[in-house]
């Protein structure tokens, strides 16, 4: 590695702070690195493996051993007050000299429920928490990150100085950037802190599903029957659009992070990653982002509508003109697109918010999407946070209106959906920010493999086509969690 580190000034009331960097020179995959912080405290990899061609998968991040720690369960006081009192009080660094967007500061996880907290109306009773009562948030105060440039094949260690009351000192970023480098260094083995091998406890997952080994919160004919309710509840006036999941479950044959390199190859997505919370373990293979920010502008991308990859260029281009063409996944996309304007105009200047794509095809490798694109400009007296909070979570999957969509969900699913259509990502000392929202994931848990498949419910919806959509989108994690014995 090279020997050589340097120093960049922040322009913040804090002149005297100032980010330690050193290169790593060229690195195919963090992968590498990933093993070598096995063993450290809530290891977090942002990892973009497909899309390198925009800027939301240009970098992938690594990091580890937060110097801050907030946590909280659904059974604690509200942590929302401390994230945003963190925001509030994050040093900012200047990036004139080209900085990845995240170079520390807060990173982490905003489960599903941690709405809960914003919104008490959409809250599920305490008998549905199971054994354990589920997380509501996970934010780590990083002082350091390894990022992977894509475009050049670089990465950077970055070291911003930070303790556990977010003040920045040189020094110590100095002396903690060099002792990461002595850990990268080394090559002693590290071990993984956690295994397939816990003992599994109760779950309200009990039905045996079409697939073997995996269940379910729902059987066939009860989803399908709850996608039939929702409808009639539209028809009704109740909603326009409500996202219904089911929940599966499959034994752990493998650790946390064996399974994560097999979903990244077989589901590579610009917003995949991978978190260490001790107690679980999150793995996403995410496409959708949630907010990114850059400058204090806004973009958000929602995802409505899903055809599967076939192998076959000809098929899959029909496919993908079936879903541009299909009047029920545009309304469906439409819908949310008002939604977002709406949220983003809460935290953003009202003259700003505005949608610059509609309805727009991508591919990924086992589904094709109808995604769209809506920009606003952060209001100067607002947080990211409170941005987060404003909008959170994401409207793609919960529906419209969202309250309501929200506690259609609550009753029919009946159970917390966890990290599964929640946020994970980062607030960085350089004013950038960045969350995906929560699909394709799974969490590792008392020797469990759990992830959550749904659809958006519309009133053109077909109950059993919504059914089967959740199987397609389960196929890419099926076969991470299967592998082909050799």
């Given at each position: 590695?090279?020997?050589?580190?340097?120093?960049?000034?922040?322009?913040?009331?804090?002149?005297?702070?100032?980010?330690?960097?050193?290169?790593?020179?060229?690195?195919?995959?963090?992968?590498?690195?990933?093993?070598?912080?096995?063993?450290?405290?809530?290891?977090?990899?942002?990892?973009?493996?497909?899309?390198?061609?925009?800027?939301?998968?240009?970098?992938?991040?690594?990091?580890?051993?937060?110097?801050?720690?907030?946590?909280?369960?659904?059974?604690?006081?509200?942590?929302?007050?401390?994230?945003?009192?963190?925001?509030?009080?994050?040093?900012?660094?200047?990036?004139?000299?080209?900085?990845?967007?995240?170079?520390?500061?807060?990173?982490?996880?905003?489960?599903?429920?941690?709405?809960?907290?914003?919104?008490?109306?959409?809250?599920?009773?305490?008998?549905?928490?199971?054994?354990?009562?589920?997380?509501?948030?996970?934010?780590?105060?990083?002082?350091?990150?390894?990022?992977?440039?894509?475009?050049?094949?670089?990465?950077?260690?970055?070291?911003?100085?930070?303790?556990?009351?977010?003040?920045?000192?040189?020094?110590?970023?100095?002396?903690?950037?060099?002792?990461?480098?002595?850990?990268?260094?080394?090559?002693?083995?590290?071990?993984?802190?956690?295994?397939?091998?816990?003992?599994?406890?109760?779950?309200?997952?009990?039905?045996?599903?079409?697939?073997?080994?995996?269940?379910?919160?729902?059987?066939?004919?009860?989803?399908?029957?709850?996608?039939?309710?929702?409808?009639?509840?539209?028809?009704?006036?109740?909603?326009?659009?409500?996202?219904?999941?089911?929940?599966?479950?499959?034994?752990?044959?493998?650790?946390?992070?064996?399974?994560?390199?097999?979903?990244?190859?077989?589901?590579?997505?610009?917003?995949?990653?991978?978190?260490?919370?001790?107690?679980?373990?999150?793995?996403?293979?995410?496409?959708?982002?949630?907010?990114?920010?850059?400058?204090?502008?806004?973009?958000?991308?929602?995802?409505?509508?899903?055809?599967?990859?076939?192998?076959?260029?000809?098929?899959?281009?029909?496919?993908?003109?079936?879903?541009?063409?299909?009047?029920?996944?545009?309304?469906?996309?439409?819908?949310?697109?008002?939604?977002?304007?709406?949220?983003?105009?809460?935290?953003?200047?009202?003259?700003?918010?505005?949608?610059?794509?509609?309805?727009?095809?991508?591919?990924?490798?086992?589904?094709?999407?109808?995604?769209?694109?809506?920009?606003?400009?952060?209001?100067?007296?607002?947080?990211?946070?409170?941005?987060?909070?404003?909008?959170?979570?994401?409207?793609?999957?919960?529906?419209?209106?969202?309250?309501?969509?929200?506690?259609?969900?609550?009753?029919?699913?009946?159970?917390?959906?966890?990290?599964?259509?929640?946020?994970?990502?980062?607030?960085?000392?350089?004013?950038?920010?960045?969350?995906?929202?929560?699909?394709?994931?799974?969490?590792?848990?008392?020797?469990?493999?759990?992830?959550?498949?749904?659809?958006?419910?519309t009133a053109r919806s077909e109950p059993q086509s919504e059914l089967e959509e959740t199987w397609t989108k389960a196929a890419g994690?099926?076969?991470?969690?299967?592998?082909?014995?050799?």
């Amino acid at each position: 590695m090279p020997e050589t580190a340097s120093n960049h000034s922040s322009t913040n009331d804090k002149p005297e702070t100032s980010l330690w960097t050193h290169p790593l020179g060229q690195v195919a995959d963090l992968d590498v690195l990933f093993k070598q912080l096995a063993g450290l405290e809530h290891r977090l990899w942002l990892d973009s493996v497909s899309d390198h061609e925009h800027d939301r998968g240009r970098y992938s991040f690594l990091t580890a051993d937060p110097v801050g720690w907030l946590h909280a369960t659904l059974l604690d006081p509200d942590p929302w007050p401390q994230f945003h009192q963190w925001c509030s009080r994050l040093p900012l660094f200047s990036n004139d000299a080209g900085l990845p967007p995240f170079c520390g500061g807060l990173a982490g996880l905003v489960p599903y429920e941690a709405a809960w907290w914003l919104e008490p109306s959409v809250r599920m009773p305490e008998t549905s928490f199971g054994d354990h009562p589920p997380l509501g948030m996970a934010i780590g105060i990083y002082d350091w990150t390894i990022a992977l440039d894509h475009s050049t094949g670089k990465a950077t260690l970055i070291c911003n100085g930070l303790n556990d009351s977010l003040d920045a000192d040189p020094e110590r970023a100095r002396v903690r950037g060099e002792s990461i480098l002595q850990r990268l260094r080394s090559t002693t083995p590290r071990s993984i802190s956690n295994s397939a091998s816990e003992t599994p406890t109760s779950e309200p997952t009990i039905f045996e599903t079409r697939e073997a080994g995996v269940r379910s919160n729902f059987d066939s004919e009860r989803y399908v029957a709850a996608v039939a309710e929702i409808i009639d509840r539209i028809g009704a006036g109740d909603s326009f659009q409500v996202n219904l999941a089911q929940t599966l479950t499959h034994e752990a044959t493998d650790s946390a992070e064996g399974l994560y390199r097999r979903l990244r190859q077989s589901n590579p997505a610009p917003y995949a990653a991978f978190f260490d919370l001790g107690s679980e373990q999150i793995l996403s293979s995410s496409p959708e982002g949630f907010l990114q920010i850059r400058d204090r502008h806004v973009v958000t991308r929602p995802i409505k509508g899903t055809v599967p990859r076939t192998g076959d260029e000809i098929e899959d281009e029909r496919l993908a003109q079936v879903l541009g063409g299909s009047a029920k996944d545009r309304a469906e996309n439409i819908m949310i697109v008002d939604l977002m304007r709406n949220d983003l105009s809460i935290a953003c200047t009202d003259d700003s918010v505005r949608v610059t794509g509609l309805c727009e095809i991508e591919r990924y490798q086992s589904v094709q999407h109808l995604v769209s694109t809506v920009e606003g400009k952060l209001r100067d007296n607002a947080t990211i946070s409170e941005l987060l909070a404003a909008c959170f979570p994401g409207g793609s999957i919960t529906g419209a209106p969202k309250i309501e969509a929200m506690k259609t969900i609550a009753r029919l699913e009946g159970q917390p959906r966890g990290a599964y259509c929640g946020s994970m990502g980062y607030v960085s000392v350089s004013g950038n920010a960045d969350f995906n929202i929560l699909i394709r994931t799974v969490t590792q848990r008392d020797g469990r493999w759990h992830f959550a498949v749904g659809g958006g419910i519309t009133a053109r919806s077909e109950p059993q086509s919504e059914l089967e959509e959740t199987w397609t989108k389960a196929a890419g994690l099926l076969r991470a969690s299967r592998p082909e014995s050799t």
